[in-house]
């Protein structure tokens, strides 16, 4: 009888640490490629292929190069991409869609090495960041659409567990800014906000990777519901460069996305990107170097927001 408890002990012990444990927030899935036909170039294609608007595909080995003199790495992309149809079926929902329209990837492959690796934001984890409740079935559709095309692009492909755990994070996972905007004005209102915000990335350092107006795809679907819906892919050098050093998976979450929407009938413009803290967290930093590089980004960028929604 004792030799029973203890062994129901034991297995209890085990389903627990089992159900504790936390899963990756980011998906890694390298691949041979010895004769180098896997490229950023043939990812594209895939995803094109399944329906994916693709927002940009960016080299940045060679800003790599050119402003930091090195890399360790003989590829390294930042790819971001959506599903027209699947994002707006989550913006009927979801208002904060703008955080993942585009997603991010990273597409990389160290110096000397036959393997390339891809690295995406898991399905919890963006229902996470969006603070979406339970199990939404077409972000889950999404994500299997996503893995379905890695895998078509990289079909020896294998799933590379991280060598670390989700770490609680210290702050707050989206920042958000609001602004006041005249019925009757906001398209001048607006215009004149991103002409001083993007002034403001430039002078602090910031790159525009990429701008989309998800809005317009809302239209042509004649859904209404907003007088503008736009996502800028917002990146810093710097930022990428240090990070990516031991965390090329950090890609999954840049160029980040920062969206600025406005509903019809109302006179309030919400703002809102994913907050560093997510790095942090989900990549477990905890280099000084690493967390010194993201808390000036994230502290320039909230600067830059306080200023021009006041």
Not at 95 to 116: Q, R
Request: glycine residues 4%; charged residues 25%; proline residues 4%.
């Amino acid at each position: 009888m004792k030799k029973l408890i203890k062994s129901l002990i034991v297995v209890c012990l085990v389903v627990s640490a089992t159900i504790a444990k936390p899963t990756a927030d980011i998906e890694i899935f390298a691949s041979k490629n010895r004769d180098g036909k896997i490229t950023p170039k043939t990812i594209e294609e895939a995803f094109k292929k399944a329906g994916f608007f693709i927002s940009a595909n960016r080299d940045m080995n060679g800003p790599f190069v050119k402003q930091f003199k090195e890399s360790d790495f003989q590829t390294y992309n930042l790819f971001t991409f959506y599903k027209k149809d699947i994002v707006l079926e989550l913006a009927k929902k979801y208002p904060n869609v703008g955080l993942f329209a585009p997603m991010s990837m990273s597409i990389y492959s160290k110096k000397g090495s036959d393997t390339i690796s891809v690295a995406i934001l898991s399905a919890k984890a963006i229902a996470k960041i969006m603070n979406i409740k339970g199990n939404d079935k077409t972000l889950e559709r999404l994500h299997k659409l996503v893995i379905d095309t890695i895998k078509e692009s990289m079909p020896k492909a294998n799933l590379v567990k991280p060598s670390y755990n989700i770490q609680k994070p210290e702050g707050k996972l989206v920042t958000n800014f609001s602004m006041e905007m005249d019925k009757d004005e906001w398209e001048e209102e607006l215009e004149d906000f991103k002409m001083a915000f993007e002034g403001e990335l430039v002078a602090n350092g910031f790159i525009i990777a990429g701008h989309n107006n998800i809005g317009d795809d809302f239209d042509d679907a004649n859904y209404t519901a907003y007088d503008f819906y736009e996502v800028y892919s917002i990146c810093k050098l710097p930022v990428i460069y240090t990070i990516a050093k031991n965390h090329p998976e950090a890609g999954a979450f840049a160029p980040c996305s920062l969206y600025l929407e406005k509903k019809k009938g109302e006179n309030i413009m919400n703002i809102g990107f994913p907050s560093v803290y997510n790095w942090i967290s989900s990549m477990a930093l905890s280099d000084k170097k690493d967390i010194k590089v993201l808390k000036d980004a994230q502290t320039r960028m909230t600067k830059i927001l306080k200023s021009a929604t006041e």
